[in-house]
């Protein structure tokens, strides 16, 4: 069984799939990954990380329970980050009404002091989006750019997308998938937004990046 858990922390899913920790089998993120067309492999043996993804990243998921309950969930976050893993090491972390006033604590910890990508959700059904848009957008990326996938998740600048009105996890990788940098993404024209975000967003983030040059200069 020992030289077995070294494998299955470095294994990477087909397209298409997740592999998932057994201990979501019953959840109702599982349920929506199903019923959006992913497949799930379960295992027991992923070690400290919930999901693993085909384009090279891991998933830990801290509950607005974890939250709540103190700072046990911290010491999860150092053995995540501490792991021998070669993937991307992603954090989703609820933020709800009564885990807000706790939120840029754990975002400081997270993203600050150990490094990793945080990207915030509002519950089970929003990480199942935030999963399915990885999973099938990683499926439809040409194979040539595959490999840039890890520069794309920068926690800075999925920190700083999340800031702009109107944008959560989901939006921010989306519109990070399509455009290689900030600057790209500063000097979009709303058009050019719409069809990723949608109208109304595609509004706010113009508008975001618009008056933060404006009061530059």
Known sequence: MESKA???????PPYGHVITSEKWRNSSLI???????????????????????????CILYVSECDIIAGNSYKRKLVRYRNTSSSFQEL?????????????????????????????????????????????HG???????????????LDPMVLVLMQRVPGVGGVKALALLQEFSS???LCNAAPHEL???????????????FHKATAAGT
């Open 91 to 135: 954090v989703l972390v609820e933020k709800t009404r009564l885990s807000e006033q706790n939120f840029s604590a754990v975002q400081k910890f997270v993203v600050l002091d150990l490094g990793l990508t945080l990207l915030p959700v509002s519950g089970q059904t929003e990480a199942s989006q935030l999963i399915s848009q990885i999973v």
């Open 194 to 208: 719409e069809p990723i975000v949608g109208q109304a967003a595609a509004q706010q983030i113009h508008s975001f």
């Open 31 to 57: 349920q929506s990954l199903k019923g959006g067309g992913v497949n799930i492999l379960f295992e027991n043996e992923l070690g400290v990380a919930d999901f693993h993804l085909p384009n090279k990243s």
């Open 138 to 152: 990683e499926g439809r990326e040409n194979p040539f750019r595959r490999r840039s996938s890890s520069r794309l």
């Open 6 to 12: 070294p494998s299955l922390l470095n294994a990477v």
């Open 182 to 184: 900030v600057h790209q």
